[in-house]
């Protein structure tokens, strides 16, 4: 996964109908360049940061409008910043689900293999990911939760960022406690 801050925008040429939708570190020098490139005045109509991942939600916007597609970044359509901004959490959130499922699915193959602690392949990346996952409240990443307190080991452990297992064990609830 593409670990890039930056912001996605949406501009349009002066008359035209069509909005691209693109991603980019700079949005007023893409503008400019835009405005270059085409012979054409274009206007910044609505952009939107995000962190880490901005690549990646460009490119599910651009699947989320696939009805509307035109051709690369074009699409026939009205934007606005606000809609702009829903398509961009919509997409955001999306592809963090997906990397979460990524995650998970990665983490089932390890945890079939038969050798060492299977868990010790996770690299930093993927932990700060499902950190990440975990503190904004992703369904995959709860499930490695939910796996790590049954197993009662710490997440660095299942990372193979720790030699021995930390103890963790969740609370005992009134119906788990013996009368």
């Keep these: ?27 007023q020098g893409r503008i400019a360049a835009l405005t270059t490139e085409l012979r054409a005045r274009h206007t910044l109509i609505a952009a939107v940061y995000v962190q880490e991942i901005a690549h990646q939600v460009e490119q599910r916007i651009h ?50 293999m038969r050798w060492g602690n299977p868990f010790q392949w996770f690299t930093a990346q993927e932990m700060r990911r499902l950190q990440w996952a975990i503190a904004h409240g992703c369904e995959g990443a709860s499930i490695v939760v939910r796996i790590a307190n049954v197993l009662g080991v710490s997440l660095d452990y299942l990372a193979g960022r720790k030699e021995t297992a930390s103890i963790v064990r969740e609370p ?7 009368a």
Excluded at 84 to 102: F, G
């Design 63 to 112: 699947r989320l409008l696939a009805a509307q597609h035109i051709e690369r970044a074009w699409f026939y359509l009205h934007m606005s910043q606000d809609s702009l901004e829903r398509l961009a959490w919509q997409a955001r959130n999306t592809v963090l689900e997906e990397e979460s499922q990524r995650a998970l699915r990665r983490f089932n193959a390890r945890l079939r």
């Design 1 to 27: 996964m593409d670990m890039r801050d930056g912001w996605i925008y949406a501009a349009q040429e002066d008359g035209a109908p069509l909005v691209k939708i693109g991603y980019s570190r700079d949005v």
């Design 172 to 178: 005992a609830t009134e119906a788990a406690v013996p």
